[in-house]
Structure formats: C-alpha cells, structure tokens
C-alpha cells in the first residue's frame, strides 16, 4: 500500500519565479493538506482540498494556491518566490474533513530559494 | 502567544532512560491530542493519537493528556538510539481542517 507520495524531493528557484509541487494521497484518501515547514519549526497550515475545492486556508498570502484532481491528487503552486519561502513543504492526506480524522504526512519538497 | 509551545531541547539521554516529553497550549477547544515523530529529511510519522482527556498506551509509547491544564505529555520508555527523531505535538478542534503543531522537540538516544 503506498503512502503519500510528494514530488519533486528537492527544488531550487531564484526570487520571483513560480513554483509547482505535487502529491498524491494514500490509496482510499480523499482530502489532502499542505504545510509549510521551517526550519526548526513545527509544520504550519497552507490549505485543505476536498472534493476539489479550497476548504480551509491558513494566514498565507495569495500568492499560495493550490488544485486538487478528480483522482484525489493536488499540486500546490506558489507565485513570485521569496527568500522566505524556502522550507519544507509537506501534503498530508486523510479520509473526511471532520476535523478528526488522522493525517499521514509524505516526505516532503524541499524548496531553496535563492 | 503561540496556540502550543513545545521546548525545542535538545535533549540528550542515555538508552533504556525514560523520556518525557511535553507540551501546553491555550486555545480550549482543543479535543484531538497528536505526537508525531519525524526523522531528519523525511515527513512526521504518527505515533500517538487520543481524543479528550486521559492516556494511552502503544508498546514503549504513552501519551498523557490532562485538558484541565492544558497539558499533554509524551513518555517512552527503555528509550533505544533508533527514538532520536524530532518529536512533534498537534492538536485539532472539532470540524477544524487544520493541526496546529508545536515547535518540536529534538531527542538524542545516546548508545
């Protein structure tokens, strides 16, 4: 059974350029999330997808966006890169939107902006 | 104020010691108590998971939850060097569709 899957592992960009990860949910998962990981922080909330709709966002600017496919599969696009955006960036799925339901978290994207 | 603080250590003990591990928080609302343990360069693997108040116990694991204050803790013990990980607390309130994390807590197991 694969877990959640996150490409590309590693990502280097310049400031101002545009940026596309990808995931894709445990097999029998249907909502997806992402979170931002600084170093030697705890993950902070980005957004939720369900049913391919944006259900709850974090204190993130715009220029954060994100898409979820009918096959359960999301990108998460960032526009106009900053130094400060560089982090880990990590998906989660999980099955329903409750509110209590259990995350399991893939491996990351690392993104370095320079 | 952060929602959950969490002292980020680090902390270095030798094997077969028992850990604690802790975190408090503010917002009330609060009813999913989450440890998710993380290795380097890799995402947060789920460990523990308790609703409400009370414990909770998986092999070397238990996980403590006291709601009256505010405060979960995390123990293992005969703690073994493969534990060294970063040991991170979430929590969720009902309908919430986010985890609110804490800093993390980087453990060393000394052989």
């Known amino acids: 059974d694969a877990g959640v899957t996150q490409s590309p592992t590693h990502l280097i960009k310049t400031r101002g350029q545009q940026v596309t990860l990808r995931c894709s949910p445990k097999s029998g998962h249907d909502t997806v999330s992402w979170y931002q990981q600084a170093l030697g922080q705890g993950p902070q909330f980005i957004f939720q997808y369900y049913e391919e709709e944006e259900r709850q966002r974090g204190n993130f600017p715009d220029r954060f966006s994100g898409h979820q496919f009918p096959n359960y599969s999301s990108e998460l696009n960032v526009n106009a890169l900053l130094l400060g955006d560089s982090a880990l960036y990590l998906c989660?799925?999980?099955?329903?939107?409750?509110?209590?339901?259990?995350?399991?978290f893939g491996s990351g994207t690392q993104l370095s902006v320079l | 104020q952060k929602e959950v603080e969490q002292d980020p250590g680090p902390l270095s003990v030798p094997e077969g010691a028992i850990v604690s591990l802790n975190c408090t928080y503010s917002?009330?609302?609060?009813?999913?108590f989450m440890w998710y343990r993380q290795y380097s360069r890799k995402g947060p693997e789920l460990l523990m998971y308790t609703y409400s108040s009370g414990n909770k116990e998986d092999g070397r694991f238990t996980a403590q939850v006291d709601k009256s204050s505010k405060y979960i803790s995390l123990f293992i013990r005969d703690s073994q060097p493969s534990d060294s990980a970063t040991y991170l607390c979430?929590?969720?309130?009902?309908?919430?569709?986010?985890?609110?994390f804490g800093q993390g807590t980087r453990l060393t197991i000394n052989p």
């Open positions: 917002n009330s609302a609060f009813q999913y």
């Open positions: 989660a799925s999980s099955s329903g939107t409750g509110g209590n339901e259990k995350l399991f």
């Open positions: 979430a929590m969720s309130a009902p309908g919430a569709q986010k985890l609110v």
